[in-house]
């Protein structure tokens, strides 16, 4: 078992782990982050996408289900379920995903949604095009893709309209708050060994 120390969606968790463990595996079953869903487990799908940061600290998308979780030591993480803002005030691609029905079955839509934000964190502008390259190594079997183009072109534009980037907050202290609201114990079903850590 080797000891990692990740940082995802703003709570510490300090955990042992076997080399061979997935990323995403340990967000589900060790850590009970459930949004984030195994579609393949081959890298094919990309329903496992989620945001960690790179040696200079960026967030960029990585499908989880290709990243051991001894790589992740050190790292942030966002999924699904950190991306709403303060109040669980819906990420504008989330909003978007919403109001332009951009999904059918929904179980792609974890992973489609991460993807649109690490697009356009990179590209706030994308054309159509930008956005079907962009969202290509995630793969929808529902909606034909035409609305969830449509979303992330409108969450690009709601976006710049409102000055900001699609890069998700830093959550706060009371998002953490929010995230453990008994105050930092492990969740119902997290290990014990799986303690969440408040980042100081
Ligand atoms: S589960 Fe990771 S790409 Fe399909
Ligand atoms: S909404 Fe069903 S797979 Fe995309």
């Known amino acids: 078992m ?4 990740v940082t995802v969606d703003g ?12 990323l995403v ?3 589900r079953e060790q850590l009970g982050k459930v949004g984030t869903v195994v579609g393949c487990d081959t890298s094919n799908c ?3 996408t989620v945001l960690m940061s790179d040696p200079d600290g960026r967030l960029v998308g990585v499908k989880s289900c ?3 979780a001894v790589q992740a030591d050190g790292r942030e993480i966002t999924t699904i379920e950190g991306l709403a803002g303060p109040g669980n005030t819906l990420h504008p691609v989330q909003r978007a995903f919403h109001e332009r029905h ?9 992973g489609m949604i991460m993807a649109a934000v690490d697009l356009l964190s990179e590209n706030p502008d994308p054309t159509d095009d930008e956005i079907r390259e962009g969202l290509e190594g995630n793969l929808c079997r529902c909606t034909g893709y035409q609305n969830i183009v449509r979303a ?8 710049r309209e409102a000055g900001t980037s699609a890069e998700p907050e830093p959550p706060t202290v009371e998002a953490v708050d929010a995230a453990t609201p008994d105050g930092g114990l492990p969740s119902e079903g997290t290990p014990d060994e799986a303690v969440p850590q408040p980042v100081p």
């Open 2 to 5: 080797t000891r990692i120390s």
């Open 11 to 22: 709570v510490r968790y300090d955990d042992d782990v076997e080399p061979r463990t997935l």
């Open 25 to 27: 595996h340990h967000l």
């Open 46 to 48: 990309g329903a496992c």
């Open 66 to 68: 290709s990243v051991l």
């Open 102 to 110: 951009a999904l059918q079955c929904g179980f792609c839509t974890p």
């Open 152 to 159: 992330v072109r409108d969450a690009a534009a709601a976006a």
